[in-house]
């Protein structure tokens, strides 16, 4: 069963040529206090996505409600989608 990760949060429709100074320099300008930055290579047809990890989860929280739906032309062109990121639960044998 799916879960909320309380420290993890995914960014979507960024450029795909955005890299971990850019968005360290985002999470900076927005008071967001990251401990970890992940940036998978992205295709170069299609929007980059990267994902933020938190010391706690309260700035987490703080990360998606400052960042979601946000217009920065510098990392996008359009919207960003933020959430929390989910996953599944650890099954029992």
């Known amino acids: 069963m799916p879960r909320p990760d309380p ?3 995914f960014i979507g429709s960024l450029h795909n040529d955005i890299n971990k100074p850019q968005l360290q320099k985002l999470c900076e300008f927005y008071e967001l206090n990251v401990a970890e ?3 998978p ?5 299609q929007l980059a996505i990267a994902f ?3 010391w706690h989860p309260e700035e987490a929280l703080v990360a ?3 960042l979601d739906g946000l217009e ?3 990392v996008t ?4 989608h933020v959430f929390r990121v989910f996953s599944r639960e650890p099954s029992s044998v």
């Open 77 to 80: 062109d359009g919207y960003l």
């Open 41 to 45: 290579r992205a295709n170069p047809h």
């Open 7 to 9: 420290l993890k949060v």
């Open 64 to 66: 998606v409600e400052r």
């Open 52 to 54: 933020l990890e938190f």
């Open 37 to 39: 930055i992940h940036v």
């Open 72 to 74: 920065d032309r510098v």
